[in-house]
């Protein structure tokens, strides 16, 4: 079974970039699921999706985040990463790294029971 696990700074300071890492287990992310995708729930707000990155290499981008977001990922390291600039407190939510075989499951209301693996997700405050 695949395994997601995320990593990265708890505390990021506005304007910085914030940079998370989703490290896979159990299967490979070039075989075992379409896409990899990057969620996040602020407090008190409902999952959002930000973005994947698909099996082949290709990213997908929430529209409103497309001006600050990357994803990209390391075939030998089996990891995912993200990289999301200018980040104000309003970015201050979970992480998660999710697996997926269909983009349409990342349409809102996000139902995690449509995606295949989860994370257990990172907190990340930004303030100063």
């Known amino acids: 079974q695949v395994q997601l696990q995320e990593s990265g700074p708890g505390l990021v300071k506005p304007s910085q970039t914030l940079s998370l890492t989703c490290t896979v287990s159990g299967g490979h992310i070039t075989t075992s699921y379409y896409y990899w995708s990057w969620i996040r729930q602020p407090p008190g707000k409902e999952l959002e999706w930000m973005g994947a990155?698909?099996?082949?290499?290709?990213?997908y981008y929430s529209p409103s985040l497309k001006r600050h977001i990357s994803i990209s990922r390391d075939l030998s390291s089996n990891q995912v990463f993200l990289q999301l600039s200018s980040v104000t407190p309003e970015d201050t939510a979970v992480y998660y790294c999710?697996?997926?075989?269909?983009?349409?499951?990342?349409?809102?209301?996000?139902?995690?029971?449509?995606?295949?693996?989860w994370g257990q997700g990172t907190q990340v405050t930004v303030s100063s």
């Open positions: 999710a697996s997926h075989h269909n983009l349409v499951v990342t349409a809102t209301p996000l139902n995690p029971a449509d995606f295949g693996s």
């Open positions: 990155i698909t099996k082949d290499g290709t990213t």
